[in-house]
């Protein structure tokens, strides 16, 4: 992938065409395929979106190391927070009951490996039922404390450094699943269904490693930021 610092002035699809996993980031600020040649900048103007926020969040995961923003402060955290509502949709109402889907495609296909259905499931069932635990308490409880906090209001039993001891990671059973079926899982036909499933696993773990590096790098710090000056006035 191109580590490249995209500006309001390029392309919306030259953006696509150097990193084409951006087309998941663009679809969670809810703007839609047709871009023309239009620019960052009259794209994101044309569909409500602060062209600051999308730029800090595209270039931030087109880089190679995901390090706390450095400059955080113009970001727009009722954009961001769109953005990750719209993620955690994806995930929860398509991403991951499709890759089960694909499990049970694959398991299904031999009749030698239908030994190994309920365990898979259970496994798989078990980590759907983290990550929405998770995504949940976000949903419930961090982006209502963002939106309070949009609006002036402090909370002064809650703060984003609750939200920061307790964000886990939420993609390592993917990786425990993927690892798996790379090292135990034989299949004697149909060896393209596993190799499409691990395809899909390697993309979505990777895609929730940098959901999760989103929110500890760009979203805590400006909270923090917004919190203190909050404090301060």
Known sequence: MENKQFSRSDKMTAL???DFTLLLTISRFDI???????????VCDTHNVDCNTFLAVVNFLSETTHDRAKTYEDIDLKSVT??????????LEYKLPALRTKLLLMIDSQVETAVFRDVFLKFFDE???EVKKHMDYENKTVFPYINNIMEGKRDKKYHIGIFEQRHDRIEQKL?????????????H???NLLTELLLDIFLCEKDLTLHCAVEDSLIIPAMMFREA????Q
């Open 82 to 91: 769109r953005y990750l509502k719209n993620a955690h949709k994806y995930f």
């Open 32 to 42: 839609p395929m047709g871009f023309g040649d239009k620019t960052i900048a009259e």
């Open 189 to 191: 036909a149909g060896n």
């Open 127 to 129: 980590y759907f039922t």
């Open 229 to 232: 000056k909050i404090d301060t």
């Open 16 to 18: 696509v065409n150097a």
């Open 175 to 187: 990786k425990e699943l993927k690892n798996i079926l790379m090292k135990h899982y034989s299949l």
